[in-house]
Nanobody, 128 residues
């Protein structure tokens, strides 16, 4: 599975960005959980949110109400719409994926170690 993020950039506080993650190399996107994570400068990687089918979308506390995760109809592109961006949102943003379903551990935005496949990341910088 290959993941390629795009859409990062520099914005001012209060602005918006939409990140995309294009996935390839899998047979059926319905067998995978996808997620967004970020790593601020000098800090550990942290969860933003996950998309595990339409019925299970979860957000980290820092994302709720401002960020929205969605997926395109064929399941091969994951989006992260980020609104009301603040300087503390500055980070490298990563897309990740892992197998899900029967026999697999439940994916979580709190467990980046549970994701097997990662993209190269896209930088988001928010200035005040």
């Amino acid at each position: 599975v290959q993941l390629v993020e795009s859409g990062g950039g520099s914005v001012q506080s209060g602005g918006s960005l939409r990140l995309s993650c294009k996935a390839s190399g899998w047979m059926d996107s319905r067998n995978y959980c996808m997620g967004w994570f970020r790593q601020p400068p000098g800090k550990e990687r942290e969860g933003v949110g996950i998309f595990d089918g339409d019925v299970r979308i979860r957000y980290a506390a820092s994302s709720k109400g401002r960020f929205t995760i969605s997926q395109d109809r064929n399941g091969n592109t994951l989006y992260l719409q980020m609104n009301s961006l603040q300087p503390e949102d500055t980070a490298m943003y990563y897309c990740a994926a892992t197998r899900s379903g029967r026999g697999y551990a439940l994916c979580s935005e709190n467990r980046p170690g549970g994701f097997k496949f990662w993209g190269q990341g896209t930088q988001v910088t928010v200035s005040s």
